[in-house]
């Protein structure tokens, strides 16, 4: 047993989005076989609640907490120093002190960053081997932002990606190793950085197979027609992008191929651009308090996400859930599955229409994609085989060999 430093930027606890998931479990993994000291950032109020049951399985915990006006403010800083603006977001000198406090006091033997914005936590020379989870390429995620936002969005994001990449690049240069979440977005890293290619692995997301499991649920939705879902933190640009563009080019000609066929925007915190959405058959949930009876009564579970990097934990769930899934290509190819056979895949507003017709029209067609989704999830996405695959390097025998690599 070690003890490991772990910084996240937001913190791991509830398990209820995509990027708290993934820390969450990769916590609970790590303290199985360590002693672990958290620092980290509350940005919903809401989350203050969840700090006690963090400490029940953490030696010690730092919460910092961060307003998003006022960090976005701080963040503009980061102009005049011609840094990203992502670091003084996430900037806060109570959690620097904890951190130098807790690397003098106590034997860190490892230091795990989640998000590659808590590099910057790291002191420089410390003997800690540091292990760094990117998730994905966030600097190509700005690049990909500026390349569907007009001037000066268009500039400030490509300015973001651009900066960050810089400090990614240096954060995997200074780490012991570092990992994302698909084998494209390692790639991705490798070719962009490829002085630090032969230090750069992957690490898949997973889903919780027995929670996330086919049941009896009341249904959420009225009576006599079809319902098609899309589930997701509704504050998040790409998922609104992906609702929206749903709404208006691919759900008015499903509705006249199949008339009375619903579609449901299900997750937390609808912006205002979600919300306008309700009606004429639309439907916008907001919070609920679990997202599997609307999962289990899906005709559909749809990922139109046209901005998408890495695995999306919302397929991954429904897969687990054996229902059928139309994403869109960037999405289904991101996933160690079958196209075709575990989930449709689907380029455009006319093939997202088309494939969904589809499942509607055939019912057996459908279940069977949802049994075959199901086994997928099955077979390759347990958290426990997909994290594993950090043991070796976390365990104070490796070291040597794992930073010389």
Known sequence: ????????????????????????????????????????????????????????????????????LRARL????????????????????????????TLAEQRIDTIVVFSSAMAQYVPPGHPARVLVDFVDVDSAKWLQYADAKRWPLSWLYRREGTRLFE???????HATRSFFVTEAETELFRRLAPATASRVETIGNGVDAQFFAPGEWPSPF??????????????????????????ADIFPPLRAAVPGVRFAIVGMRPAPAVKTLAGNGIIVTG???DIRPYLHHAAVVVAPLRIARGVQNKVLEA?????????????ATAIDAVVGRDLLGAGDATQFVAAIESLLADPGRSAALGRAARRCILERYSWDAQLARIDRHLDPAPLASSAAA
């Open 222 to 247: 009225p009576a006599g027609s079809p319902t098609i879902v899309f589930t997701g933190a509704m504050d998040y640009w790409p998922n609104i992008d992906a609702v929206r563009w749903f709404v």
């Open 167 to 173: 400090f990614e690049r240096a954060a995997a240069h």
């Open 319 to 331: 897969m687990a859930m054996e229902r059928p899934v139309v994403a869109s290509d960037a999405c």
């Open 1 to 68: 047993m070690g003890d490991v430093l772990y910084l996240s930027h937001r913190l791991p606890y509830p398990p209820n989005k995509g990027d708290k998931l993934r820390s969450y479990h990769l916590l609970k993994h790590i303290g199985a076989r360590h002693r672990i000291f958290l620092g980290t950032f509350v940005d919903d109020p809401d989350d203050l609640r969840h700090v006690a049951a963090v400490r029940s399985f953490c030696a010690d915990v730092h919460v910092s907490q961060l307003d998003p």
């Open 287 to 289: 919070t609920v308090s």
């Open 74 to 101: 701080r963040s503009l800083s980061g102009l005049a120093a011609n840094a990203p603006l992502t670091l003084p977001y996430y900037r806060d000198a109570a959690l620097h002190a904890w951190v130098s406090r």
